[in-house]
């Protein structure tokens, strides 16, 4: 943007020179493939993150799946009198996991087996287990109109997704909002939107109030046409010096009064230069407030973890048992030593002594 308006303050000061109003359209050209560029990552970055999603919620209906697998042995194992402990561990492990990634919580149903419940619903409920399945808009350009959410998969309830990662990654696929609050990526490609539209407008408005070097009336210099003007709807309409208004009414070819005027746009407080620096503004506030809420998050899973690691890590009954096992292990170990030593006391000791 610094060198777009650097080059009509050239051409305002040699109006009329080809070779600035070469660097001037060379300029507006790259301005313009710039922002395009900046619209397509940001759309890329959304689709991206569409993906993610979805591989985290495969990920869930797995898991999920397992959990409910696990219930069913271990109720039988526990049935039969059989250890259990080992099937324990690996449901737990599941169940750490499924928490992280939705903040499902757990339901005792006191027959060895646990229910999962998320957003008030059950995703495992005893042997059986739900699924999920990941909808709404497949671009960016649809996530305001048809946001991607989580239903129950085989019908239209949606899931309250109350934490975890995939509420995470569901708030990053939120679609552009009025107030700016909507997702990272939707609000990075809105913002190419209204640059690009404020761009060609605050040009364009000085820009048709100056004449060309032949005299006629300066009329657009950028072209705005479609829905996503960022990505396709923004081009350079002029293709030489004939046809840059850098002149203003009846001062001559060789005034650049209108040329130096577009180049203090870039100064202008309501400009497309405060447009972008408002959403950098933007970004840095909310890129600090989750950086602080991240790492408040990250203290709180360490106590909780390891909490829950202190309590699930030990089982009394099994090290009671193993307690009891290396008790009687060690009083045979000693009486061993016992005997041995007696053995050797009466070969060493008393060898050769019968008959005296």
């Known amino acids: 943007m610094s060198k777009f308006w650097d080059a009509w303050q050239n051409v305002a000061n040699n109006p009329g020179v080809p070779g600035q109003a070469s660097t001037l359209l060379a300029q507006a050209g790259q301005t313009v493939s710039a922002i395009a560029t900046g619209y397509t990552q940001a759309s890329a ?6 993906t993610a ?7 869930i209906n797995d898991a999920a799946a397992q959990v409910a697998q696990l219930n069913d042995q271990i109720r039988r194992t526990v ?7 080992e099937l324990l561990d690996q449901r737990s492990v599941l169940v750490t996991g499924l928490a992280g990634l939705t903040g499902a919580t757990v339901r005792d149903n006191g027959d060895s087996t646990i229910d999962l419940v998320l957003g008030g619903n059950s995703l495992v409920s005893g042997t059986s287990a739900r699924k999920l399945a990941l909808v709404g808009a497949a671009r960016v350009e649809d996530a305001a109109a048809t946001p991607v959410h989580v239903e129950w998969a085989g019908s239209s309830v949606a899931v309250d997704v109350e934490g975890g990662e995939l509420a995470g990654r569901l708030a990053t696929l939120a679609g ?3 107030g700016g609050n ?3 990526w939707a609000e990075s490609a809105a913002l190419y ?3 690009a539209t404020s761009l060609a407008a605050t040009v364009n408005g000085v820009h048709s109030t100056g004449v060309t070097p032949s005299g006629a009336p300066g009329g657009a210099f950028f072209a705005l ?3 996503l003007p960022a990505a396709l709807g923004l081009s350079v309409v002029p293709t030489g010096v004939s046809g840059i208004a850098a002149a203003a009414p009846g001062k001559g070819g060789s005034d650049g009064t209108i040329a130096d005027a577009i180049s203090r746009l870039g100064t202008s407080p309501t400009g497309p230069d405060a447009v972008w620096s408002t959403y950098v503004i933007q970004v840095g506030v909310l890129s600090r407030a989750a950086t602080q809420q991240a790492v408040l998050s990250t203290q709180a899973t360490t106590v909780a973890t390891t909490a829950q690691t202190s309590q699930s890590a030990v089982d009394i009954d099994e090290e009671t048992t193993n307690l009891l096992m290396y008790q009687h292990a060690y009083q045979s170990a000693a009486r061993m ?3 041995v030593d007696e053995m050797l006391d009466t070969l060493i000791n008393r060898t050769g002594l019968v008959g005296r």
């Open 337 to 339: 030593l016992t005997t």
């Open 53 to 59: 999603a979805q591989t985290t919620v495969d990920t």
């Open 45 to 50: 970055g959304w689709a991206d993150a569409r």
């Open 225 to 227: 046409a479609g829905a």
């Open 193 to 195: 939107n209204r640059l």
């Open 182 to 184: 909507g997702g990272p």
């Open 79 to 85: 049935a039969s009198d059989g250890n259990a402990n």
């Open 176 to 178: 552009a909002q009025p």
